[in-house]
């Protein structure tokens, strides 16, 4: 159990956590958490396409995120990152639209420094950032869609309203969309090397995903299937579609969703949020 409130101190809210006080979770503690999500990925996206991020009135008056920059992408995959920033930045304004007076603000995000850990946690690079090219953009874009698409499927048998259902059932297939393109791309160009480490993108990916699976559960798959008896391939089978065996999306409590943004500890804020997601989860 997970539980963060906004009118609590961090410390506070761990003491509720282990004291074991939770309070019953309503479909909106639940689009809160979505909204979450939705504000690190529409900042993500808008500020790597058009330079800036989420006004004031989207951010419900958070303060936004910190260490994004107009990324420098061709024109070719400009033309793909315009449409999922447009699609999280509406998703922004579907949430808060739901949610009413209810809707929390978007956090301290940050989408600078967070991805230079993770590079250097992943695969013992120094500098990675997502803004520099193609490939690091689709880099930095992989590491939170797959987890947007299990968080989504695991909320879902949660939810009681059928309209607060109709929309989550409308944007969970769209950021699986997001996600399987992001995946394809990186596919393609799976031999390529990430300047300047010298590591196949393939492999590249997969220590993203074994980080990710050590945080939450195991619950990821990289984008190709490993040789059965563990030798280097040129190239590799495909694996675009991570599912656990039985053609089912993986599904992820909040717990394992926190454990994976925060950096590791679902109990300590970090990492894409600084400072914590703001509302109430468990």
Known sequence: MVVLKLSMGFAACVAVLFAGTAVAQTDNDILNFALNLECLEAEYYSNAVYGYGLNSS???????????????LSPDLLKIATELANDEINHVTDLRELLGNDAVPCPKMDIGGSFTSLGKAANNVDGFFPYNSDINFLLGAFLFEDVGVTAFHGATPLLVSKSVLNTIAGISPVEAYHAAILRTLLYQKGSDMVTP????????????????????????????????????????FANLVPQDGQ????????????????????????????QGMNGYFR
């Open 58 to 72: 989207t951010l419900g008056s958070g303060p936004g995120s910190v260490g994004g920059l107009k990324a420098n």
């Open 197 to 236: 480490y010298n590591i196949r993108v393939w492999d590249f990916v997969q220590g993203f995903s074994n980080l990710r699976g050590k945080a939450g559960n195991g619950k990821d798959q990289g984008i190709v299937v490993p040789p059965a008896d563990g030798r280097d391939t040129a190239y590799p």
């Open 247 to 274: 053609g089912l999306a993986f599904s992820r409590t909040p717990y394992e969703v926190l454990a994976i943004v925060y950096g590791g500890n679902a109990t300590q804020p970090g990492t894409f949020y600084p």
